[in-house]
């Protein structure tokens, strides 16, 4: 669900999601949803499906060209499948336990950067303001660390961007399942790591995907100790 006024929902999510629901729905009637808009269903197959219909949703509302559409299937804890489709640059984002993270026929690998002033960091903000000042405060401290930031306005298209090398990393103290389930195993399946950081809402994680060379200095930035 949305978290605040300045986080909106389009009737493009709402219709993407109706229609990513009743796929599911049709083939694999035991399943269980949990999708952004509020859609969710019970099921006895074990299996879970995460859903964000449309992830970026004020890009597309201002018609900036950076949003996609994120799925992940889950048992449990792990992450069986996932897509992130991108419709503006007909970029489709898959991966499957096991098998490799894949853009089109091309197969991903993250970066081997392993200095952390060279690291390119692709980072989100919480909607509510409180919790985006506090991510402001964090990110002025880390900036002097790494090359640079980015901010693009779509989780699932920045953890696929991880996965693909087009950034080192991605960091972000607040996010929903939704939003990083489907990227977090393409970071995996391409070779890279990812961690929970300390989040700005009480009782929810941040996360942290990266390639394996600079994943625990920037978890030490992050405040996390490492063995």
Not at 7 to 16: E, F, I, L, M, N
Not at 26 to 39: L, M, N, Y
Request: with cysteine; hydrophobic share 45%; charged share 20%.
């Amino acid at each position: 669900m949305k978290s605040s006024a300045t986080d909106p929902a389009s009737d493009a999510d709402r219709a993407a999601e109706v229609a990513i629901i009743r796929l599911i729905h049709d083939s694999r009637p035991g399943d269980a949803i949990v999708a952004e808009e509020g859609g969710q269903s019970g099921g006895t197959s074990g299996v879970r499906w995460l859903i964000d219909p449309l992830d970026g949703t004020v890009n597309y509302l201002y018609g900036a060209p950076h949003w996609s559409v994120s799925i992940c299937a889950m048992q449990g804890r792990d992450a069986l499948a996932a897509v992130v489709f991108d419709p503006v640059r007909n970029e489709l984002f898959s991966a499957e336990a096991g098998s490799g993270a894949w853009v089109g026929d091309v197969r991903l690998a993250v970066t081997r950067e392993t200095e952390l002033a060279r690291v390119l960091l692709a980072t989100g903000f919480s909607y509510v303001a409180d919790e985006r000042g506090t991510q402001a405060r964090q990110q002025a401290a880390l900036i002097a660390r790494i090359r640079d930031l980015r901010r693009s306005g779509s989780a699932a298209l920045d953890l696929a961007y991880v996965a693909a090398g087009r950034v080192d990393a991605y960091m972000e103290t607040y996010a929903n399942p939704w939003d990083w389930a489907a990227g977090s195993l393409l970071v995996r399946e391409a070779g890279g790591r990812v961690s929970d950081v300390p989040g700005v809402r009480a009782g929810v994680d941040g996360i942290l995907a990266s390639g394996p060379g600079v994943h625990d200095a920037l978890l030490a930035l992050a405040g996390v100790r490492t063995p």
